[in-house]
């Protein structure tokens, strides 16, 4: 009988990045800028490497998907966060905003699980096994994990998050539609989405980051016992671009999730939030361009055949 008496929430309001209309503008242009730059790089990616036969290779094959996953994660977020710079009240409708958490979620589980699929195949390339051991088809196979996984999380998650009863207030103190500030709207319990929450995102981190840190551990206990100086700058370079790409993300990430809610507001979570949701994709295909020589050659090979 109680639950009756709650209003249904048909729309909610979000609060953005900002309540200055003065910034609305220059946070447009500067937000559609990294878009579209996010777009060419990450579809530039894709392309270079499907179009050159010299990255065709596994580890290039994830790197794809990777860029993928950044393509698709910001136009999850930043399309209707640059509507909502022009416009006077900053709507999205009920179903809109379940969609976008749905996709976020996938999307964000899928990077973390690519991550690690990416530092698993760099210390495979050090042995000289490698190609035997990292096929195509369990190359294949992993890549398909990885999306399956952040499938079943979304899944999960954003159908806990149906069953969430809204009637305290409408504005999510956020500029899309995320799982905790959803959280902080409701009128019902909480308690399972919260625990199906850490369990997708915060306590997933710590164990990403246990994973990773062996593996690297062996990547440079491997590397050391290359003889050849040439080839140990090979094997760094190699690797050293995709620590660039694991810190900035799960640096940020952490810092938005594991923070403690007495230290950190959530306008800190904000800022932390556009870093790896809008920031780090666009920096991916800039990390792996200009730190790695297969792609920069392969780049000005494509673009010499153009020039002909």
């Known amino acids: 009988m109680a639950e009756e008496n709650h209003s249904t929430v048909t ?3 979000l609060a953005g990045l900002t309540d200055k209309p003065e910034h ?11 878009y579209v730059f996010t777009v060419v790089g990450n579809v530039g990616m894709i392309t270079l490497i499907g179009l050159s036969s010299r990255l065709h290779t596994t580890m290039y094959y994830l790197l794809s998907s990777l860029s993928f996953i950044d393509l698709c994660q910001p136009t999850v977020i930043t399309p209707k966060m640059l509507v909502n710079f022009m416009m006077e009240k900053n709507t999205i409708s009920y179903p809109e905003c379940m969609t976008q958490l749905y996709f976020f979620i996938v999307f964000a589980i899928a990077k973390c699980h690519m991550l690690s699929v990416m530092a698993y195949d760099p210390y495979l390339q050090v042995p000289l096994l490698y190609n035997v051991i ?4 369990v190359c294949s196979w992993m890549v398909v994990g990885v999306y399956s996984m952040g499938l079943i999380r979304a899944t999960v998650n954003t159908t806990c998050m149906l069953r969430v009863l809204f009637c305290k207030d409408d504005i999510i103190n956020h500029y899309f539609c995320d799982l905790f500030p959803l959280l902080e709207l409701s009128c019902s319990s909480t308690f399972i989405n919260e625990v199906i929450g850490l369990s997708s995102i915060g306590l997933l981190l710590p164990a990403f980051l246990g994973f990773l840190s062996p593996s690297y551990i062996f990547i440079i206990a491997s590397i050391l016992h290359i003889c050849s100086t040439e080839g140990r700058y090979k094997a760094f370079s190699t690797c050293s671009s995709h620590v660039s790409a694991v ?12 923070q403690p809610s007495s230290v950190g507001s959530m306008d800190q979570g904000k800022v932390s939030s556009v870093f790896y949701t809008i920031i780090v994709p666009m920096l991916n295909p800039l990390i792996y361009c200009l730190r790695n020589k297969d792609v920069k050659v392969a780049l000005s090979k494509l673009l010499g055949n153009k020039s002909l």
Do not use: D, R, T
């Open 134 to 137: 990292m096929s195509n088809q």
């Open 247 to 258: 810190a900035l993300f799960f640096g940020s990430l952490a810092f938005m999730y594991l």
């Open 11 to 13: 729309e909610f309001i």
């Open 24 to 34: 609305q503008l220059p946070l447009f242009l500067l937000f559609l800028g990294v």
